[in-house]
Every structure is written in structure tokens, then in C-alpha cells.
């Protein structure tokens, strides 16, 4: 029952202490059926605490095998732009809401992103971060509400238990709408608020 996976990974998550012991004990969950088809569990990138805190949707095929979130093409892309506005992607902590990759890439389904939000929420609190950027709708959605959609929130500024959220596309989108494309460029303004946004609260 998909309630009885997620109540078990909220209790494994709220009873790690540290990054370090989230991370083992994350790495053998097998509370969904997305554990059978996965290469391992892709935990995050980057160390807690950290400042600025960036949750996409699932790991992809390079993903997977590497065990790191975002380092295919979209993870370049995202690396590329940070950079643009000063951030490098070793000051920042990077995770999915799902740890596991779906198969052939397909959207989380509900049941998926209910069962596996207790890593997410527990990494946060260890994360401890002031700014999470979300990138695209199912990270969005996870932060805002299940009625949000990513066009409508974009390159705005939420606060969520203390935290300031900035919703943007997520790079896969913006590489599909091409280099000159207008979520390319939405996601370019958005890492350019995002860098406000981090020097206005440090």
C-alpha cells in the first residue's frame, strides 16, 4: 500500500541524524517499485548545510549510472548557467524528488512522489537551506501545492517555512525550446533572480 511505503520512509528519514546516515540509509530503500529497474539510488550533490538548495523531478539515464543528480546535458546546462551568475555548483546542494530514476525517463507518478517525499523533506532539514530554486512543475508542485503550474510561478519569489522559493523551468525544458528558445531565456532571468535573491539574504 502505498501509504505503508510512505509512513516507512518518513520514519527511516526522520530517524537519520546526519547527511551521511540519510544518504545509506536512502541508498537501499526499497519502498517503491521504481527500486527494481535502478542502476542505485541517486541521493544529491553537494554537502549539508548549504545556502541555496535546487530539487528537479527524477534522475535520468546518466543519472542513474553515475549515481549523481544532473550531470547529462541538463546538468551541464544548469552547471553553465549558475555560473553565469556567480554561483558555482560546489556551493549549492542538488537533489530530485524522486531518487530513483522512472523507467525510460516517463513522469513520477503520484504514488512515486507521495512514497518518496519523506528523503526530500528530511534532506531539507538537514540541508537547512535560506533559497530552494525548483525546476520544473513536479518540483514545483512538491513546494507550492499539487494546482501550481511552473508558466504561471516562474522567476517569482514564495516563502516557505522561512525559506524563499524560486520556481523556473527545468533545463531539459529550455534545452528543447532551443539556445534562443523563451524558456531558455526565462531560465536565464530566473538564475539571474535566484543570484538577487542569495546576495539579498546573506
Do not use: Y
Not at 518518513?10 to 527494481?36: I, N, Q
Not at 544529491?44 to 534522475?59: C, R
Not at 553515475?66 to 551541464?76: D, H, I, L, N
Not at 524563499?164 to 528558445?181: C, I, K, N, Q, Y
Amino acid at each position: 500500500m502505498p501509504e505503508a511505503a510512505a509512513l516507512q520512509v518518513r520514519e527511516a528519514a526522520e530517524a537519520a541524524p546526519d547527511w551521511a546516515t540519510l544518504r545509506a540509509v536512502a541508498s537501499s530503500c526499497v519502498a517503491c517499485a521504481l527500486s527494481e529497474g535502478r542502476t542505485q539510488v541517486v541521493f544529491a550533490d553537494g554537502e549539508a548545510p548549504a545556502d541555496v538548495m535546487f530539487v528537479g523531478e527524477a534522475p535520468g539515464f546518466h543519472e542513474d549510472r553515475q549515481g549523481v543528480p544532473f550531470v547529462g546535458v541538463s546538468g551541464q546546462l544548469l552547471t553553465r548557467l549558475l555560473s553565469e551568475v556567480g554561483i558555482e555548483r560546489s556551493q549549492v546542494v542538488i537533489a530530485n524528488v524522486l531518487k530513483c530514476r522512472p523507467p525510460a525517463n516517463r513522469d513520477p507518478l503520484p504514488d512515486e512522489v507521495a512514497t518518496c517525499k519523506g528523503w526530500l523533506r528530511r534532506q531539507v532539514h538537514l540541508v537547512d537551506p535560506a533559497v530552494i530554486c525548483t525546476l520544473g512543475n513536479f518540483a514545483t508542485r512538491w513546494a507550492l501545492g499539487p494546482d501550481v503550474s511552473i508558466t504561471r510561478v516562474r522567476g517569482q519569489r514564495f516563502t516557505v517555512s522561512g525559506r524563499t522559493v524560486v520556481p523556473t523551468f527545468h533545463p531539459s525544458a529550455a534545452l528543447r525550446s532551443g539556445p534562443e528558445g523563451a524558456q531558455m531565456q526565462a531560465l536565464r532571468a530566473d538564475m539571474a533572480t535566484l543570484a538577487r535573491v542569495v546576495a539579498d539574504r546573506g
